[in-house]
């Protein structure tokens, strides 16, 4: 059974650009989280969907946003990038209320 | 609102060593536990679970940690550790609302970075 796929593992932006990360689920896993790394930081909750309605927010700007399509797929937007989003994003999703979160290998973003 | 703090953010152990990743937590709810693991250049990967029942759990590779109520811990053990056991550790708990539900948001702590040596 396929893991988390995040899509692309890599990306290099510039300042002021806007960048839409790619997720998709474990099959049958209708419920994704995302998550953002930082050293300074940690690991911080940015949003959570579940049939395409976003769940649960976490204390991030507006610039970032979220969608989850009809196929469970989801994608995460940064618009107007800054220095301070150079981070490790990391996307998981969970079969049920009581299941645990299955994480993907994340897309690290470089902002320059 | 919800913390976790993992007291020790590296943790030095021989190979064959035991040690102990500590981990608290602060809730004004019922909470479920996990610790993560996450290599080098990947994500996290779920070690071990608490959700309800015996508060002693095991992961397949050896580690065990102990839900602990009173004290509001969740340590994380391994009697003999290996190299390859060398990671950072996450400790994370999440909500649980009247209705028993979990939630998608975890709360992290900082991560405790385990370094074998042979």
């Known amino acids: 059974k396929a893991g988390v796929t995040q899509t692309p593992r890599y990306l290099i932006k510039t300042r002021g650009q806007q960048v839409t990360l790619s997720c998709s689920p474990i099959s049958g896993h209708r419920s994704v989280s995302w998550y953002q790394q930082t050293p300074g930081q940690g690991l911080q909750f940015l949003f959570e969907?579940?049939?395409?309605?976003?769940?649960n927010k976490g204390n991030f700007p507006g610039r970032f946003s979220g969608r989850q399509f009809s196929n469970s797929r989801s994608e995460m937007n940064v618009s107007t990038l800054e220095l301070g989003d150079s981070a490790l994003y990391l996307c998981?999703?969970?079969?049920?209320?009581?299941?645990?979160?299955?994480f993907g290998n994340g897309t690290r973003l470089t902002v320059t | 609102a919800q913390s976790v703090t993992q007291l020790d953010s590296q943790v030095p152990v021989f190979e064959e060593a035991p040690v102990e990743l500590r981990c608290n937590y602060s809730?004004?709810?019922?909470?479920?536990l996990f610790w993560y693991v996450q290599y080098p250049n990947q994500g996290l990967q779920l070690l071990l679970k608490?959700?309800?029942?015996?508060?002693l759990v095991e992961s397949i590779n050896g580690f065990e940690a102990e839900f602990n109520k009173s004290q509001t811990s969740f340590h994380l053990r391994k009697p003999s550790v290996h190299i390859s056991d060398t990671a950072e550790y996450f400790c994370?708990?999440?909500?649980?609302?009247?209705?028993?539900?979990?939630?998608?948001?975890?709360?992290f702590g900082q991560g405790t970075i385990l370094t074998v040596h042979p």
């Open positions: 969907y579940f049939s395409e309605t976003q769940r």
């Open positions: 998981a999703s969970r079969r049920a209320a009581q299941s645990p979160l299955h």
């Open positions: 809730s004004s709810v019922s909470v479920y």
């Open positions: 608490y959700l309800s029942g015996s508060t």
């Open positions: 994370a708990v999440s909500g649980d609302n009247a209705g028993g539900t979990s939630y998608g948001k975890l709360t």
